[in-house]
């Protein structure tokens, strides 16, 4: 599947709510916009599976460029590319106020207009595991010890 060229309030590919379940497999996200907080890719509130799929390209003028995970909100993210996004303030790639668990994933070449190019977070809640994170801009992760 292809979510692209997309322009939403927040969540400007996908918006998934507190009482949501969402499973995203082997799909592009691409060049989506947010013109309010956040989540250019993806805003998840709730309960969220990305596998297998590239987050590409997408833009926020505030948090979470890529995948933005509200407080309350767990994000899984499984065999991923979240890759070029642009946040105007932090989390370029992805913004964490929840808890966001990634796995065989990367993040890479993320910018951020603010610390956190690659992942932003309010709070430990960030497992990393075999997971690539580098070529962010201004810095891979804030806070630093969220990355490996």
Do not use: H, W
Not at 33 to 44: H, L, Q
Not at 67 to 89: D, R
Not at 108 to 118: K, V
């Amino acid at each position: 599947a292809t979510i692209t060229d997309n322009t939403a309030f927040n969540g400007g590919g996908v918006y998934n709510t507190a009482a949501g379940t969402a499973t995203i497999t082997s799909t592009l996200v691409n060049e989506n916009t947010t013109t309010s907080v956040g989540g250019g890719g993806i805003m998840n509130f709730g309960f969220l599976t990305v596998a297998k799929s590239n987050i590409l390209t997408n833009s926020a003028p505030i948090n979470g460029g890529g995948v933005n995970t509200q407080p309350g909100g767990v994000t899984n993210i499984n065999q991923t590319s979240v890759n070029n996004n642009t946040s105007g303030s932090a989390g370029g790639g992805l913004s964490n106020l929840g808890t966001t668990n990634l796995n065989g994933s990367q993040v890479r070449r993320n910018t951020a207009g603010a610390p956190g190019g690659g992942i932003a977070s309010g709070n430990n809640n960030v497992s990393v595991v075999n997971t690539i994170i580098r070529d962010n801009d201004p810095d891979d992760c804030n806070p630093s010890a969220i990355c490996p």
